[in-house]
């Protein structure tokens, strides 16, 4: 095939309306011509020579392609992807120069269907015949003639070309050669890939993170790469001829040998986890992958295994478990795993018939240790808790800390209830017991909610609520003691929890108010203070007591809302007694535990105050013995700052807690009240009032006036006037009344006559 000048002078193939005749057929090997001769040989050879030892063919050999055809134009073209859009060009000859690598569309072009039909010859009118192909246009090809380049496998990847821009004729001599050269070039492409893709199973072998290992058939180690002696300690040398399973560190599950086997032998793979062991000794978790290598009649020759060391990986899922499951404070199970464990243990009690108490335990007193010595402190007395209960319980039975300061324990196959109780009695005396806290000694109690199984409930949840309702019950009762399970208390639970929902929407639809009861001085029969005292009148008109729903807003957090409530309404009817010039001392709110403890106090007092133009002066905060002494250090810095904004102090209620004097000094307080259960036997009772007078006589001592509250008799009276008490507030004197009543009080100078 040569150019209409060459040396076979053919006519160029074409239909009678002048369309170019287009040739296609599968390529020829040279090898079954007839017409190959010594001439074909040489071009033959001259095509072997002019391939490269890689892909891309030389520039020389393609060149000489050209020459050989006769044609201004030879390339080689390699298909790019997977779903080919483009051809890629690697190796070029065009208009009598060296092309770089260049791409063009695959689509419309003569090319496309060099790979439908594996050969394709064009003689004249290329461009005509593929209007659309850019390639054709850019070299201004008019002639074409290509050949398919095939992989071993059978896949097409490419053409070899040659091409002119004037019409070619047929030459039988030649017309072979083209595929003889396209086999060639195919071949060498082959080899490369063959070359790179073991250079990279080579590569892959040795620096892969996971050892490999590779066995015979008989399972001896043949070849292992530079992974297998980081993660094992084994050398090649060391482990070749030894066979494969000799790393089994002996702890897998029985039969795991013949299952990975039977798994090869049928399916050709093994993948999972064992244990393996170190030169050093050392087990280590591994995750592993065996894969066996066969041969075309399916006999196995290879065994290769990758491994890899996984101890990370259980560490870290161990430490999650662990995390997920366990107290970090005290490595005792937390609520998720005590709910697990209590579920298995009621299912074993359940099938042998027997029965199991569940404990909550709730700290008394364990703010404080907080609050005195740190919450380092803190944290070191929940693990003694921890380790105490543990200690003095069996190994059947399950201690765990549940939340905050509340633990909980699971008794297994407990026989009566005298049993419970003697180890309740028992677990009560060693809480007690001090704890050693850096030269310090703490103590605190506990209070214990019991819940026996199948009694109290046959399932998980119904147990815990049962039993946290018990400890409620407990902690109500005095605390340091346990309470059983009884229905009433769900019944209560039930109530307590009705209440709290309506008394949120009492705040809602303003069913609440307050009353105000005053404080006389006992010197000079003034009214020296009018305490601010809420109610709340439901919406069927009764009235709710205080003693009912204060207790809840403390539990569930209401109070906050509700003393700032309080602190507001309050200080708008004080300054509105000042506006009218009426004479009430100073006004006395309430402050509860939860409230002077939250953070937002401050600010709350701070609003009430300017919202209603009430001077801090005229205000007195009544804030209760056994809150304070929780806390005594953060309480000392939250009334320091109440102080500084004028604001006398209370402590309320005394004498019920365990008051230090050292404090008592140290707080900027200016009133002690006595709490109403020392004033309501006297002076009958010798012991309470011996109480009432040391207490009068140590708030004088330490300069503070002194305040009896609940004072209903003249008897009462006339002794707290004889033991120097400074202030009274009673029903005789007054009872709680609404502001529109006080009003008529102050303004009339109410004295000390009893109502």
């Known amino acids: 095939m040569i150019q209409q000048s060459g040396l076979v002078d053919s006519p160029v193939f074409a239909d009678e309306s002048g369309q170019p005749q287009i040739e296609y057929g599968e390529s020829v090997n040279i090898a079954s011509s007839r017409t190959a001769d010594p001439v074909l040989r040489a071009v033959a050879e001259l095509a072997r020579v002019a391939s490269s030892s890689g892909e891309r063919l030389s520039i020389d050999g393609i060149r000489r392609l050209a020459a050989t055809y006769g044609v201004t134009n030879a390339y080689v073209g390699r298909l790019k992807g997977e779903s080919p859009a483009k051809v890629s060009v690697t190796a070029a000859w ?5 092309l770089d690598d260049y791409t063009y569309e695959l689509a419309g072009s003569p090319c496309a269907d060099v790979l439908t039909h594996g050969r394709l010859f064009v003689p004249s009118g290329a461009q005509t015949a593929y209007p659309n192909c850019k390639m054709l246009k850019q070299f201004a090809i008019e002639s074409y003639f290509g050949a398919v380049l095939t992989a071993a496998s059978g896949e097409k990847i490419g053409m070899v070309v040659v091409a002119d821009s004037a019409p070619m004729v047929k030459d039988d001599r030649l017309h072979p050669v083209l595929g003889l050269f396209a086999d060639l070039i195919s ?50 040398a060391d482990v070749l001829g030894r066979r494969d399973n000799m790393l089994s560190a002996g702890r897998d599950e029985p039969g795991l040998s013949e299952e990975m086997q039977a798994a090869l032998d049928d399916g050709g793979v093994w993948i999972g986890e064992l244990w393996s062991r170190r030169r050093d000794g050392e087990v280590y978790p591994e995750s592993r992958t065996v894969v066996a290598v066969r041969d075309v009649d399916q006999r196995v020759l290879h065994y290769v295994c990758m491994f ?22 005290t490595d005792l199970p937390n609520r998720v795993l005590l709910q697990d464990r209590l579920l298995h243990a009621i299912n074993r009690a359940g099938r042998a018939r027997g029965r199991l108490a569940l404990l909550f335990l709730d700290l008394d007193g364990f703010k404080l240790i907080n609050d005195t010595y740190g919450h380092s402190a803190g944290d070191e007395v929940l693990r003694q808790v921890g380790e105490r209960l543990e200690s003095r319980l069996r190994k059947a039975d399950v ?47 506990t209070s214990i909610g019991i819940a026996v199984f199948p009694e109290d409930g046959s399932d998980v949840q119904t147990l815990l609520k049962h039993a946290d309702a018990a400890m409620y019950r407990a902690k109500e009762s005095g605390k340091n003691r346990y309470t059983f399970y009884a229905p009433e208390m769900n019944e209560r639970a039930e109530e307590r929890s009705q209440l709290t929902r309506l008394l949120r929407l ?32 439901d919406e069927h008109g009764n009235m709710v007591p205080p003693a009912r729903f204060i207790p809840l807003a403390e539990d569930s957090g ?22 009218q010039g009426l ?84 707080f900027p307080v200016q009133k002690l009240k006595v709490d109403r259960s020392f004033i309501r036997d006297i002076p009958a009772d010798q012991d309470d009032a011996a109480i009432v007078s040391a207490i009068i006589a140590m708030g004088h001592s330490l300069g503070l006036r002194v305040v009896a509250e609940g004072v209903e008799t003249a008897e009462q009276s006339t002794y707290l006037r004889g033991t120097g008490c400074d202030e009274v507030q009673g029903y005789l004197f007054g009872r709680p009344v609404r502001h529109d009543e006080m009003n008529v009080l102050l303004l009339y100078g109410p004295t000390l006559a009893p109502s």
């Open 399 to 445: 201690v765990a800390r549940i939340g905050g300061d509340e633990f909980a324990a699971v008794l297994n196959d407990v026989g009566y209830d005298n049993d419970i109780q003697a180890i309740c009695d028992h677990l009560l005396e060693v809480i007690t017991e001090p704890y050693d806290l850096s030269g310090h000694q703490g103590r605190v109690t």
């Open 506 to 537: 009492a705040l809602e639809r303003n069913e609440l108010g307050l009353c105000y009861q005053p404080q006389y001085d006992l010197a000079t029969g003034r009214v020296v203070a009018v305490e601010a005292l809420i109610r709340w009148q």
């Open 308 to 329: 890899s060391d996984i101890s990370a990986e259980k560490f870290a899922a161990e430490r999650i478990h662990r995390l997920a499951h366990y107290d970090a404070t």
């Open 187 to 236: 071949l060498e492409i082959g080899k490369v890939t063959a070359q790179r893709e073991l250079k990279l199973a080579a590569s892959v072998f040795n620096y892969s993170p996971q050892g490999i290992m590779l066995s015979d058939a008989e399972h001896r180690i043949c070849k292992v790469n530079a992974a297998f002696t980081t993660i094992t300690g084994w050398q090649e």
């Open 94 to 98: 065009i208009n009598g120069a060296a």
């Open 558 to 579: 209401l109070i906050v809302t509700l003393g700032a409530w309080v602190l507001n309404e309050a200080c708008q009817q004080a300054q509105q007694w000042r506006e």
């Open 583 to 666: 004479g009430f001392g100073r006004l006395a709110v309430n402050i509860s535990g939860r409230q002077f403890q939250d953070e937002g106090l401050l600010e709350a007092v701070d609003s009430a105050l300017s919202a209603s133009g009430l001077p801090g002066s005229c205000l007195e905060l009544e804030i209760t013995e056994s809150w304070v002494m929780e806390g005594p250090y953060r309480a000392e810095t939250q009334m320091r700052q109440l102080n500084d904004m004028g604001i006398n102090l209370v402590i309320d209620d005394f004498g019920v807690a365990n008051s230090s004097m050292a404090y008592l000094k140290r």
